[in-house]
């Protein structure tokens, strides 16, 4: 069973600070990794995604991938408390379909 | 903007009953999936449609679970004999290919009485 972990949280992060999300993944073969946001009764919705390793930097968020390591992660940078979500990491599969982590709820306090 | 469009956003129905759910993908997108999520749970995959056949299905996608796509626009997912533990939200999503961004639907939530 491929597996995709997040740690639940919730992470509690001040207002203007950094958010250090993490995820690891257990298929070694894949390639394409994505991070979505969910607010509670919301559907996912795309913040970014990753194929190759290294930092990937859009706005406020940074991607980083680590395939040796079978790692992705997210910062948030200068949090907002609208950046107060879930926060989920996607391994894309076969036939384009990702399977998601259980998502790290993300509560940024003013 | 074009969007994923899901109805009914809200359904309740008594244990047995059969559901449609429905989906309009956007319109120029090859590739159809079904989610769902359990409150509180994570977004697991249910079934993945190319070509008009299916191409993936996870172990959740029983013989309860069958998808359509009758007209070239829609793309309904219908569950036979409903069962407690099909409450959930289902959602819809669509890509124009194999690779990039999934697009998402609202969802569909269902209440299994």
């Known amino acids: 069973q491929k597996e995709v972990e997040q740690n639940s949280g919730p992470l509690s992060v001040p207002e203007g600070a950094i958010a250090s999300l993490n995820c690891t993944y257990s298929?070694?073969?894949?390639?394409?990794f994505f991070w979505y946001r969910q607010y509670s009764g919301k559907s996912p919705e795309l913040i970014m995604f990753?194929?190759?390793?290294g930092d990937k930097e859009d706005g406020r968020f940074t991607a980083q991938l680590n395939k040796a390591s079978q790692y992705v992660s997210l910062l948030i940078r200068d949090s907002q408390p609208s950046d107060s979500a879930t926060y989920l990491c996607?391994?894309?599969?076969?036939?384009?379909?990702?399977?998601f982590g259980a998502g790290t709820q993300v509560v940024v306090t003013p | 903007e074009p969007e994923v469009t899901q109805t009914p956003s809200h359904q309740v129905t008594q244990m047995g009953q059969e559901v449609i759910l429905r989906c309009v993908p956007i319109?120029?997108?090859?590739?159809f999936y079904w989610y769902r999520q359990i409150l509180g749970q994570k977004v697991e995959f249910l079934v993945s449609?190319?070509?008009?056949?299916?191409?993936?299905k996870s172990e959740i996608f029983d013989d309860q679970f069958s998808v359509e796509r009758p007209d070239g626009s829609n793309f309904t997912l219908k569950i036979r004999s409903t069962k407690l533990e099909d409450s959930a939200m289902y959602f819809c999503?669509?890509?124009?290919?194999?690779?990039?961004?999934?697009?998402f639907g609202e969802g569909s939530r269902l209440t299994v009485l």
């Open positions: 999503a669509s890509r124009p290919g194999p690779t990039g961004e999934l697009f």
């Open positions: 298929d070694r073969g894949s390639q394409s």
């Open positions: 990753i194929y190759s390793n």
């Open positions: 996607a391994v894309k599969g076969s036939w384009g379909k990702l399977q």
């Open positions: 319109s120029n997108h090859l590739y």
């Open positions: 449609f190319y070509n008009n056949e299916i191409s993936e």
